[in-house]
């Protein structure tokens, strides 16, 4: 029988009285959840089937309404568990650092809670930081979400294959803290996760951009692919909206760059081209020169996408990639509006002379 340990916060935030458990593991597995009972079970059972035993999981509970506090409870008899909880709901940074607060294992292991591992994804984890010289290995997503259905099987092979295309990457600049691991060290050295006010989705960039200018090594390893549970319609289209949104916000404040060696830019070229594409026909009036612009955009369009698509027919068939076709044209719409709407409120920033959004400082190490 394993303890739950239910921490204050300040008592997480100022270290553990190493008397509370004399049960120390190689790896300090770390979970912020929130409202996420139907998600946090399917990790649990997920862990629980590990190869790997010898970690700790450390679980700030977000103050959540439903019943993530007794799925916890369900699972002291199988994992060794270290919780606390939030008085209020400070959001995913904070909780983070809350739940890093209860670790006490030489290795750190970042998962989100709506996640779930196969049997040997911890051990190829650490086989691939022993093995390549690496500060930081980083996992990927799996082309099977855990809630199946037209939209999150979309996005699910999309992430997959963004990732997939990009193959084993060193020096990458993303934290990937749905799946990564570093020891304690260098987490401290990096500073632990800057923490935002709820909403604002930067911190994966933040303290990978920070380990990055220290000279750290993240790995990111797509051999390590774990099924994430995404929500449905409205989820996905409220992700794919905001990230874009933040990503002009990252790309304005660090040097006007993407993630190294992923195709972040070539797919924003391509979901910028359809639009313009289309405006140029409706506006041309069959004009030489706006049909000549809409051919090069949709020249550019069909480009960037070209190998997704042939990843969609050979995956799951023409009847999807029909799907997965119209899909990403409609939601190049709203994504290009996010980003042109986030574009504008930097070049309004600096026009009037202010810093942007973002402090530049926060992804280099100096903040």
């Known amino acids: 029988m394993h303890d739950l340990i239910e921490l204050p916060p300040e008592a997480a935030a100022g270290g553990l009285n190493a008397g509370l458990d004399a049960f120390m593991a190689q790896i300090s597995i ?18 629980c089937l590990s190869r790997f035993k010898d970690f700790e999981v450390c679980v700030c509970d977000d103050a959540s309404a439903d019943a993530t506090r007794g799925v916890l409870t369900s699972f002291t008899s199988r994992l060794p568990l270290r919780v606390t909880t939030n008085p209020a709901n400070r959001g ?36 691939s930081l022993d093995a390549n010289g690496a500060d930081v290995v980083a996992g990927t997503y799996s082309e099977v979400p ?3 259905g037209p939209m999150s ?56 951009r920070r ?6 090594n993240i790995r990111l390893d797509p051999g390590v692919a774990l099924a994430h549970h995404w929500g449905g319609a409205r989820k996905v289209i409220f992700r794919f909206t905001s990230r874009v949104y933040w990503w002009i ?17 070539t797919y924003a070229a391509g979901t910028a081209a359809f639009p313009l594409a289309t405006g140029a026909l409706l506006a041309g009036h069959n004009s030489p020169l ?57 070049c309004a920033r600096f026009l009037l002379g202010k810093k942007p959004t973002l402090d530049p400082a926060i992804f280099n190490g100096k903040s």
């Open 30 to 47: 770390i979970i912020a959840a929130y409202n996420a009972e139907k998600e946090l079970r399917v990790l649990l059972e997920s862990l």
């Open 92 to 127: 995913v940074t904070y909780s983070r650092n809350q739940a890093l607060a209860l670790a006490r294992g030489p290795l750190l292991l970042s998962l989100d809670a709506d996640v779930r591992l196969e049997p040997g994804s911890i051990d190829r984890l650490l086989a």
């Open 146 to 148: 855990l809630d199946p």
């Open 153 to 208: 099987d979309y996005y699910a092979l999309f992430a997959h294959h963004s990732f997939l295309l990009s193959g084993t990457v060193n020096r990458y600049n993303g934290f990937n803290a749905w799946c990564a691991i570093c020891s304690r060290e260098v987490m401290d050295r990096a500073g632990g996760f800057l923490e935002f006010p709820k909403g604002v989705e930067v911190e994966n960039e933040t303290l990978g």
């Open 211 to 216: 380990m990055a200018a220290m000279g750290l």
């Open 249 to 265: 916000k990252i790309f304005c404040a660090s040097d006007r760059r993407f993630e190294a060696n992923l195709t972040t830019g």
């Open 290 to 346: 706006f049909l000549a612009f809409a051919g090069a955009a949709l020249a550019v369009w069909l480009t960037a996408y070209a190998s997704f698509y042939a990843f969609l027919l050979k995956r799951r068939g023409p009847l999807f990639l029909l799907w997965g076709v119209f899909l990403s044209t409609l939601l190049s719409f709203p994504v290009c509006a996010c980003a042109a709407y986030s574009l504008a409120e930097e």
